[in-house]
């Protein structure tokens, strides 16, 4: 698969030009047991990763509501292990945090060596869902004189610098929106509020942010050629269908593994010497 026709071109992005049931003509059953192999080998290099501690990788997880990205960290990265992972879910800054500048949160949670990160939602939301709500931005305190015309310039090039400094110190940064569309939207809120047990999943505060899907539209268009560069880039994937979602996923992760190409620390020869001597002394044991 070529991951470029997903991968954001920063001079220009609409979504117009993306389908959000795009599937390159495959079918569920054409790629189930290809999830299966990605994730045992998205397995093997977390744990090549984790040895090596020398990078780590964040990924930011971004979307609309209903657009699976619960379910995407749950099948994809199934198959890793706990103690190398961290998931991050961010709602709205709460009073403490509030009392920081937005990214304060996001440095916290970050990634140590060796780990994989994942934000479900993240910093960018600052330059979305603040923006499209000029009431949040109020909201956290400003000092009047820096709530300018320029101000999401700014967080633009702060976004930017900030990703560059995580990559220059050995984090890999992977930016993932899951593209849904408003019918499919509707389709999965329909099926909250029809099943009991999903119940929990739906707000009314969904359908009032449905409302503003082109206003979130012109947010995220600008967010992408904003802040898609090289050493952090954007992909867009196609949402409407959960096990496509779920296979470019896995294949845009493992790229970016296989591209680190982790590696076990090298054995001295004193450690060898020590092997040797502990297997034969439990051989004879």
Same mark, same amino acid.
């Given at each position: ?35 299966? &192999? ?8 977390? @744990?090549? =990763?984790? %040895?090596? +501690?020398?990078?780590?990788? !964040? $990924? ?64 960018? &939301? ?8 000029? @009431?949040? =931005?109020? %909201?956290? +305190?400003?000092?009047?004189? !820096? $709530? ?138």
């Amino acid at each position: 698969m070529s991951l470029k026709r997903f991968r954001v071109n920063p001079k220009h992005f609409s979504f117009d030009d993306h389908d959000p049931e795009f599937t390159d003509g495959l079918k569920h059953n054409d790629v189930t047991g290809k999830l299966e &192999e990605d994730i045992e080998t998205m397995a093997d290099l977390q @744990e090549r =990763l984790y %040895a090596e +501690r020398r990078h780590s990788v !964040l $990924i930011v997880l971004q979307a609309r509501d209903a657009a699976g990205k619960d379910s995407t960290i749950k099948h994809v990265f199934s198959g890793l292990n706990p103690s190398g992972c961290d998931v991050f879910s961010y709602k709205s800054p709460n009073a403490h945090e509030l009392d920081h500048g937005y990214l304060w949160r996001h440095f916290r949670d970050l990634p140590q060596r060796g780990h994989i990160g994942i934000f479900n939602r993240s910093y960018y &939301e600052e330059v979305v869902a603040v923006r499209v709500h000029e @009431e949040f =931005l109020h %909201a956290q +305190r400003l000092p009047q004189e !820096l $709530i300018t015309n320029d101000i999401w310039d700014r967080r633009f090039a702060e976004i930017n610098s900030f990703e560059q400094y995580l990559t220059q110190n050995g984090t890999r940064v992977v930016k993932v929106f899951l593209n849904v569309s408003k019918k499919e939207q509707r389709k999965r809120f329909l099926e909250r509020i029809h099943d009991p047990r999903k119940h929990w999943k739906f707000s009314t505060s969904d359908l009032e942010e449905r409302e503003l899907w082109k206003e979130y539209d012109h947010a995220f268009e600008e967010m992408f050629v904003r802040t898609s560069t090289e050493h952090a880039p954007w992909y867009v994937v196609p949402a409407d269908h959960k096990w496509y979602t779920r296979h470019v996923v896995a294949q845009i992760i493992n790229s970016v593994l296989e591209d680190i190409n982790p590696q076990f620390p090298p054995v001295t020869p004193q450690q060898v010497d020590a092997i040797e001597k502990a297997r034969a002394a439990l051989e004879k044991d």
